[in-house]
């Protein structure tokens, strides 16, 4: 049952209530995967409706999903609710796919859920390099790494965000509308922040079956909160 859950977790089952929302990360049967501490990394990824006011990490709890045999279960995965409408899922990564982490793994790695988050951000600077702010358009800044479907994950990189925070003490709005777009401007900047609205929102609705977050995000005082809602899921 283990190699279901491992399969399911990574090949993109609907679950009940959330058919378009949890598109889980993809993966193939004859992909073998390390699931060592040293491989763990995480991902962001959108849950529509959410606006959660904090960034614990909340978990995800039973998710139901069907075999492909058409047996009806219910499974766990490393998957927490985190901020505004994104939600984050601990993965181990594999030359063309990612597989999403079990609790069974981060008990077996005796990490707790803030630790294996930490691990895996040190995991991604580590493989697929240090963030790199760079002008965009606009007064904002684009962030990137040496992966570009991964980019969004450096949202999660906290001492990247403090190091913002010496150039831009009253913090920093950023946007993360798809999993290759991760941008931001100085919360001083009203011009900045202004265009940081239009283009976030542009990104996002241009990105269907990428996209993570229509949200604003405010990191100030070492940590994130939200800063303009977001949108709610049409009827």
């Known amino acids: 049952m283990k190699d279901w859950l491992r399969l399911l977790c990574g090949a993109g089952a609907l679950w009940a209530g959330m058919a378009c929302a949890f598109a889980a990360d993809s993966t193939r049967e004859e992909d073998e995967f390390d699931v060592s501490v040293?491989?763990?990394?995480?991902?962001?990824?959108?849950?529509?409706?959410?606006?959660?006011?904090?960034?614990?990490?909340?978990?995800?709890g039973k998710i139901s999903a069907t075999l492909p045999d058409g047996r009806d279960i219910e499974f766990e995965a490393s998957w927490f609710q985190y901020l505004g409408d994104m939600h984050?899922?601990?993965?181990?990564?594999?030359?063309?796919?990612?597989?999403s982490a079990l609790p069974q793994d981060l008990q077996r790695l005796r990490l707790s859920p803030e630790e294996a988050l930490d691990l895996a951000v040190d995991n991604l600077r580590r493989r697929y390099g240090t963030p790199v702010a760079e002008?965009?358009?606009?007064?904002?800044?684009?962030v990137h790494g040496d992966a570009p479907e991964l980019d969004s994950s450096y949202f999660l990189?906290?001492?990247?965000?403090?190091?913002?925070?010496?150039?831009?003490?009253?913090?920093?709005?950023?946007?993360?509308?798809?999993?290759?777009?991760?941008?931001?401007?100085?919360?001083?900047?009203?011009?900045?922040?202004?265009?940081?609205?239009?283009?976030?929102?542009?990104?996002?609705?241009?990105?269907?079956?990428?996209?993570i977050s229509s949200g604003l995000y405010l990191f100030k005082d070492g940590r994130w909160s939200v800063f303009q809602p977001p949108q709610k899921p049409a009827d």
């Not at 594999?94 to 597989?99: E, L, M, N, T, W």
């Open 38 to 60: 040293a491989n763990l990394l995480v991902v962001l990824r959108e849950s529509p409706g959410a606006n959660k006011q904090d960034e614990t990490l909340t978990p995800f």
């Open 88 to 99: 984050l899922r601990l993965v181990f990564d594999g030359s063309r796919r990612v597989q």
């Open 135 to 142: 002008p965009w358009s606009g007064g904002l800044m684009q």
């Open 157 to 211: 990189d906290r001492g990247f965000w403090l190091e913002q925070l010496r150039h831009s003490p009253a913090g920093v709005v950023a946007a993360v509308p798809k999993r290759g777009g991760l941008v931001f401007a100085r919360a001083d900047d009203a011009s900045a922040v202004a265009t940081l609205r239009f283009s976030a929102a542009a990104l996002f609705a241009g990105s269907e079956s990428t996209r």
